[in-house]
Each structure stands twice: as structure tokens, then as C-alpha cells.
């Protein structure tokens, strides 16, 4: 088995110390696609230090909108990009806490807290940084249901105890709460030798949960059903590295999942139907609640009792309207996209 504590060394040293920037990094499993971004986002990131951003690591962007207000927790936020342009989202009613091991980042993210708050024109931290780990959050002070949104970006790869780590996630999510994220995935599961190998480590490679297993820990955790929201393949681009692990197909995820106890472990049918208001911001045509549920403004959609449940009871709601309820059941909702639909005008598909 993989040595926590000579782990968590390695990690600490690759990106304290033999990464000086997102430039120095082997392959582009950890590189942020920007393109990837809303616009708006971009923009955000135009307020933000260059230093910030020049040392940051992601596979993705895992920021979901309607944040206005929210409490978010970052974990492995690094020099606190993600923090800084949730923290203009969320406004100053919200708070963004971002929680990092290694000082070095840390240092860099909070000797530009000042400046940050200023460029976005407020005139009190809404952000706080920890150092500390993701597989222990309460030692932070972090309490039970005290989140609404958990974000990360190429991090939970890199725990050593993924179990516990998503276990923590779920502790502080608020009923209903949100966690969204993006991370390196395996199509198969990477063996023990090289997950002990600092450097594909330190890549975001050899610790990538192989996609399966995901699934099971999830439902094992009371989450059986999550959403993948995009998926990029990974091109690693470095004969040495890809001589030690190019036999394994690898994707950046971005998945959300909510911390819900209606969710079942299948789609079934009660013969609900969705309309979305067109009111979330920078949304108002239609909102993607992940790669396969289109909704289109005032558009009537057909949808399971699990997606129901996602756009009902958690901060959604807000933007939703679901008409019917589970006390009649139907069967299995039929999860082929764009099938199950009411005539032309309804839509349906499923996870």
C-alpha cells in the first residue's frame, strides 16, 4: 500500500517546491482549460493577479452558477484562483473558505487577499484561507451542514484516502448542498507500483480514481446517483511518462452531485415534469444540468424522480418549478436522451 505520510510529503515538495509555475508541469493532466470557461468567468479572471494565476493547477472549471450568497468551501484551492473568482460570484453576502496543505500556495493566496477585495470593490474579506487536509475538515472548524457548495479542481486525486475525504464532503454539505467538481479519472484501475510514483503522482495520474470505483464509493457514501457535466480525454505528451502509464486511458470530469436522501439508485419514472423560469444568471435561454438535461426556458421536460429531486430540493428550486410528486409510480424512466417526452413539445432523458 501507498505511505500516507511519505505521500503527502511528496505532494507537498511537488507543488511547494518543483513546480514554480502551471508551466513547469510534465504533462497537461493538471492544466486548467480555460476555454472550457463561461465567458463571464473569464472575465473574472481578467480581475485577477497574474502570480495567482501563473501558479494555479486544474483539469477544469468546477464553478457552478447561482452562487449569490453562498457559503463555499474550495478544497486544495492552491494560491486561491478558484477561490478569488468564486468569491466575486458569491458577493458579499457569501463567503469562499479555501483549504490547501502546502504553504507555499497558501502564501501566495493570501498575500493577495487585500489587493483581490479591492479589485472586486469589497470592503470586507468574504474569503478565508486554511491550511490543513480534505480528509480532516472538522479540525478546521468546518461543521456538519454548514456548507451550501464544495468545489475542486484536480485535487481528490490526490488523496491518499479518498473514502474519508468524500465522506468529509458530505459531512459539511447543507441538505441539499452541492458538490461540484473536476478531477482526473481513470478508465481502469492504476496499478499499486505506480501509484507510489512521486512524480506520476505529482501529475495527477497515478492517484486518478478508476471511474467504477467512483460509482461504488459514491452510493457507498448514500449518493447513488452523481452527474458528469463534461469530459475531456487526456493527452499525456511525454514519452517518459507515457512509457510508465499510457496503457491506461485517462478523462478530466467535472461531476456534481447533491447531498440528497430522496436519491435512488435508478431512474424511476412518477411521471414528473420540469420548467425552467430562464432566471439564473448568465443563463436565461437554458440551464445544462449536466451533459445529457437541456432545459430550455418554460419548456416542458419529462424527467425522473432523481432529477426531479435535483432541481426541486436543493438551491435550484429557486429557478425550477416540478409538477407531480412520487406518489404514483410508473416503472423505470427510460434514460435514452430525448425519448420519454409528452409529444413535441416535452423532452425527456435521464442519467
Known amino acids: 500500500m501507498v505511505c500516507t505520510e511519505k505521500l503527502i510529503e511528496n505532494i507537498q515538495e511537488y507543488y511547494g517546491t518543483v513546480l514554480r509555475s502551471n508551466r513547469d508541469l510534465q504533462t497537461n493532466a493538471c492544466c486548467c482549460s480555460a476555454e472550457s470557461m463561461p465567458e463571464q468567468y473569464k472575465a473574472i479572471l481578467r480581475e485577477i493577479h497574474d502570480e495567482i494565476i501563473e501558479k494555479f493547477y486544474g483539469c477544469g472549471s468546477p464553478i457552478p452558477p447561482a452562487l449569490e450568497g453562498c457559503r463555499v468551501l474550495d478544497l486544495g484551492c492552491g494560491t486561491g484562483r478558484d477561490v478569488y473568482l468564486a468569491s466575486r460570484l458569491v458577493g458579499s453576502k457569501g463567503h469562499v473558505i479555501g483549504v490547501d496543505m502546502t504553504d507555499g500556495q497558501l502564501e501566495v493566496a493570501r498575500r493577495h487577499l487585500d489587493d483581490q477585495m479591492r479589485r472586486f470593490g469589497f470592503e470586507d474579506p468574504n474569503v478565508s484561507f486554511k491550511k490543513g487536509y480534505i480528509e480532516d475538515l472538522a479540525v478546521l472548524g468546518i461543521d456538519d451542514d454548514s456548507i451550501d457548495v464544495v468545489i475542486s479542481n484536480c485535487v481528490l486525486n490526490l488523496s491518499p484516502d479518498k473514502s474519508r475525504a468524500f465522506s468529509e464532503i458530505l459531512r459539511v454539505l447543507r441538505p441539499g448542498g452541492e458538490l461540484y467538481f473536476s478531477d482526473v479519472f481513470a478508465m481502469r484501475r492504476v496499478p499499486e507500483a505506480l501509484r507510489r510514483d512521486p512524480v506520476l503522482r505529482g501529475e495527477c495520474l497515478a492517484g486518478a480514481l478508476y471511474v467504477e470505483d467512483f460509482r461504488r464509493l459514491m ?32 478523462y478530466s470530469l467535472t461531476v456534481r452531485a447533491f447531498k440528497l436522501d430522496s436519491l435512488e439508485d435508478r431512474c424511476e419514472d412518477y411521471g414528473q415534469v420540469a420548467y425552467y423560469d430562464g432566471t439564473i444568471p448568465a443563463h436565461p435561454h437554458r440551464f445544462e444540468l449536466d ?21 426541486e430540493e436543493t438551491r435550484l428550486g429557486s429557478y425550477f418549478r416540478v409538477s407531480g410528486d412520487r406518489s404514483v409510480h410508473f416503472g423505470l424512466f427510460d434514460c435514452e436522451p430525448g425519448s420519454g417526452g409528452d409529444g413535441e413539445d416535452s423532452a425527456g432523458s435521464c442519467c
Do not use: Q
Not at 294 to 307: A, H, I, L, Q, Y
Open 219 to 250: 452510493a457507498s457514501l448514500g449518493c447513488p446517483d452523481y452527474r458528469v457535466t463534461a469530459s475531456c480525454p487526456i493527452s499525456i505528451d511525454n514519452p517518459e511518462i507515457e512509457r510508465k502509464i499510457g496503457m491506461i486511458d485517462f
Open 291 to 311: 451533459d445529457h438535461h437541456v432545459f430550455e426556458k418554460d419548456r416542458p421536460v419529462s424527467v425522473c424522480g432523481n432529477t426531479a429531486a435535483m432541481l
